[in-house]
C-alpha cells in the first residue's frame, strides 16, 4: 500500500500537476485534504480523493472521505470543521467512530504525525504556503513498511526530509 497526501495547495496547479504524473501510477491513492481552490472539473485535481476546505467554495467536494485500501480504513477531512488548531481530540473521536487506521488532515500548514489509538493522524503540511516550524512546501507519502507504515515527508522538489521519517506501528500491519 503506498498513498501520496497533499494538502492546501491554495489555487496552485503545477504542484498537483506534478505530484499526478511523477506518483499516479505508482500509488493506490492521491490525496487532497482541502483547500485546493479548485474545481472539481479542473485537470490538476482531478483524480485525487478530495475534501472541501475552509477556502473551497461550492459543493464540489465533500466534507470528509472514508474509503478502504488495501484492509486499511482512511478517513479524510480538512480539519476546520474539528477545530484542528487547538485540539486533535475532536479528529481522534471520530477516528474512533469510522474505525479509521489512517486520519489525513490539513487546514493549519503545518506537517506532522502521531499515533493516537492505534491510529495514524498526519498533516501533510502544505504545498504552496508553509507554516509552523519546517516552513518548507511540504507532502507526504505513506506506505506500507515490515512493521507497520512509513511516513516520508517530502519537499516540492520530491527530496525526502529524512530526519522527519518515521514507522508507526499499525494494528493491521
Excluded at 500509488?27 to 481552490?37: K, M, N, Q, R, V
Aim: with cysteine.
Amino acid at each position: 500500500m503506498k498513498l501520496l497526501v497533499v494538502s492546501d495547495s491554495h489555487g496552485e496547479q503545477d504542484c498537483l500537476l506534478h505530484l499526478k504524473e511523477k506518483y499516479a501510477n505508482d500509488t493506490d491513492a492521491l490525496i487532497h485534504c482541502g483547500d485546493s481552490e479548485l474545481e472539481a472539473s479542473n485537470n490538476a485535481i482531478d483524480g485525487f480523493k478530495t475534501v472541501r476546505g475552509n477556502c473551497d467554495f461550492g459543493t464540489d467536494f465533500p466534507n470528509e472521505l472514508v474509503f478502504d485500501v488495501e484492509g486499511y480504513r482512511v478517513f479524510v477531512t480538512h480539519g476546520h470543521l474539528y477545530n484542528i488548531k487547538m485540539t486533535l481530540m475532536n479528529l481522534r473521536y471520530r477516528a474512533r467512530e469510522l474505525n479509521a487506521d489512517f486520519v489525513f488532515f490539513g487546514h493549519s500548514h503545518e506537517l506532522g504525525a502521531d499515533m493516537m489509538d492505534d491510529t495514524l493522524i498526519l498533516n501533510p503540511g502544505s504545498i504552496s504556503l508553509p507554516r509552523g516550524r519546517v516552513r518548507i512546501k511540504t507532502y507526504a507519502l505513506v506506505e506500507s513498511a515490515e512493521n507497520g507504515v512509513c511516513v516520508r515527508f517530502m519537499d516540492n522538489n520530491d527530496q525526502e526530509l529524512t530526519e522527519l521519517t518515521q514507522i508507526f506501528p499499525l494494528r493491521n500491519a
